[in-house]
């Protein structure tokens, strides 16, 4: 129960994926007259401070978005002496999952409230829940022998959903997060979701006002519901060849796209000229048809943009959410991670296409001839943009 004027305290975990939706919370609730302290592992003026032989150790381990969560976990500690300090005094602290096991037995110890938020979808969370206990009863057996993940009272969830570094690497850290979170297994009892805290859905969350920024003249130049927005999320770079692959298939699909190109996953690596990757030939059709930018664009003004017809994504759930809050149709290309339980939930609403045949991502190279024959299915289906119309939620 929160008090009149309740202070809540909001601690995000790394990644925009992550970020994003916590940034829309805490707007949400300041638009309601909490006061919100956000602490962000990110910032120089943050509580995190290291020690660099752990800096050193986990950077040569692994993806950024991994290092991070890893930094602002092994600094959680110091939590202990930060949120008592706050004035006026917490009423609640919302913590990303990723962080749990860490920040739950020194919020319990401090009597304040703490809830977990989870930035995917109620499905992704069962599949979190039932793996962990999947993995506890099954400590000396290799994982890729298991069968498809069958929850009570819902439909199994297939084998091929499940992220492959779940299955096939044993020092995989995201496996080892969700492994560690024996809070989890303690609300899970014996049996796979019974006992669990109460869940709230409270997605779609609203676009915060303070993300909006120009949009591109070359859009204000389109024929309304006329271009195809590509974009694969802030974490995922295609291999070269697939990359040569979806250019050739966008040119080909006829359709005028406008494709937020990763060349790299760490964008300040990423100094490589576009031709270089793509090449002169297929950029000279593609300059004709599309435009190409490698930098961060703002998704929110792109999908409320007229000119829109529909999105081929990766389906990070931020971006399903985004699709659901403009109305856009969906080409679903799950790479990794939650992605193709969102997939499912794109084609379940009735607003999107997921061919099954195109893997994860880098798992086949899916061809230019394939990509353009399901950009026109997507973009003259008319029935699909009338249901994602009837999902919109923006005004
Ligand atoms: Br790229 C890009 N502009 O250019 P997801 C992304 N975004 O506003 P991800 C931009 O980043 P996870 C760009 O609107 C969304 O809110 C986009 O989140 C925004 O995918 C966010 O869709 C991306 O969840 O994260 O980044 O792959 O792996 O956690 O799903």
Redesign the pocket.
């Known amino acids: 129960e929160l008090t009149p004027s309740p202070h809540i305290a909001l601690l995000p975990s790394s ?4 970020l ?2 916590f940034l829309r919370l805490a707007a949400l609730l300041a638009a309601q007259g909490v006061k919100i302290t956000f602490i962000t592992p990110l910032s120089k003026k943050s509580f995190i401070c290291l020690h660099s032989t752990i800096f050193l150790h986990i950077r040569k381990a692994a993806d950024p ?1 991994y290092y991070h969560i890893e930094v602002t976990r092994r600094s959680c500690h110091l939590l202990s002496s930060l949120l008592p300090s706050l004035s006026p005094p917490l009423s609640a602290i919302i913590t990303d999952m990723s962080l749990t096991a860490t920040v739950v037995p020194i919020t319990k110890a401090l009597n304040i409230p703490n809830y977990i938020f989870f ?2 979808s109620a499905k992704m969370l069962t599949l979190f829940l039932s793996f962990h206990t999947l993995v506890g009863s099954k400590a000396n057996t290799n994982l890729h022998e298991i069968d498809d993940i069958e929850i009570p009272t819902l439909e199994p969830i297939p084998k091929c959903w499940i992220p492959p570094p779940l299955l096939q690497d044993k020092n995989d850290l995201l496996k080892a997060y969700i492994i560690r979170e024996r809070t989890l297994a303690a609300l899970n009892g014996d049996k796979v979701i019974h006992g669990i805290p109460s869940v709230f859905a409270i997605g779609v969350l609203p676009p915060c006002g303070f ?1 909006k920024t120009k949009t591109l003249a070359w859009l204000d130049d389109q024929a309304i519901g006329s271009v195809l927005y590509v ?6 770079a295609l291999p070269r060849e697939q990359l040569r692959e979806l250019g050739d298939g966008l040119v080909r699909s006829g359709y005028s796209f406008l494709w ?1 190109i ?1 060349v790299k996953k760490v964008d300040r690596e990423d100094d490589e000229q576009l031709r270089d990757v793509i090449g002169d030939e297929l950029m000279e059709s593609i300059n004709q048809k599309g435009l190409v ?1 490698k ?6 003004n ?2 409320r943009h007229p000119a829109i017809g529909g999105f081929l ?8 959410t ?1 699709a659901i809050w403009h109305g856009v149709r969906v080409l679903a290309w799950p ?5 193709k339980i969102n997939a499912d939930l794109v084609e379940r609403f009735g607003m999107g296409i997921w061919p099954k045949s195109w893997g994860w991502g880098g798992e086949v190279i899916v061809k230019g001839g394939q990509i353009a024959e399901k950009v026109r299915e997507v973009m003259r289906n008319e029935l699909l943009k009338m249901q994602a119309r009837k999902h919109r939620r923006r005004d």
């Open positions: 990644g925009m994926g992550h994003t939706p978005f930035t995917s993300q974009s694969f999320g802030s974490r995922t937020v990763k930018v930098h961060w664009l703002d998704q929110e792109i999908l994504s990766h389906c990070g759930w931020n971006s399903v985004e790479q990794h991670g939650d992605q």
